[in-house]
């Protein structure tokens, strides 16, 4: 069974994970009341954002996954963009890498 999601929703995710934690700086720094609801919903969006991740990360066959996988826990707001931006690279390069074996 392979873990199938879309990459679109993945970056929507990380659009709004980015989006939501500007909001909660803002809300800190201007006293609002809604400032635990903006975290909260931060959090959330961060957390599913990382586990959708780590999951495609475990269920694909990626080239040097074992530092991807560290780095989400390293850098959580960065590397899911950047993991995202060289995700097709990665499943080639790891392709290129099987088909190198075998020879």
């Given at each position: ?47 599913t ?46 392709a290129k ?7």
């Open positions: 069974m392979e873990f199938k999601v879309s990459v679109n929703l993945v970056w929507v995710l990380c659009i709004a994970n980015l989006a939501v934690f500007n909001l909660a700086i803002l809300s800190h720094w201007g006293q609002y009341s809604y400032a635990t609801t903006v975290s909260m919903a931060y959090y959330w969006l961060q957390l954002t990382l586990v959708i991740v780590v999951a495609d990360m475990i269920s694909r066959k990626l080239y040097q996954k074992f530092f991807w996988i560290v780095s989400t826990f390293v850098l959580p707001f960065l590397t899911p963009i950047f993991y995202l931006i060289q995700r097709d690279r990665l499943l080639r390069l790891a890498k099987k088909q190198e074996k075998y020879r």
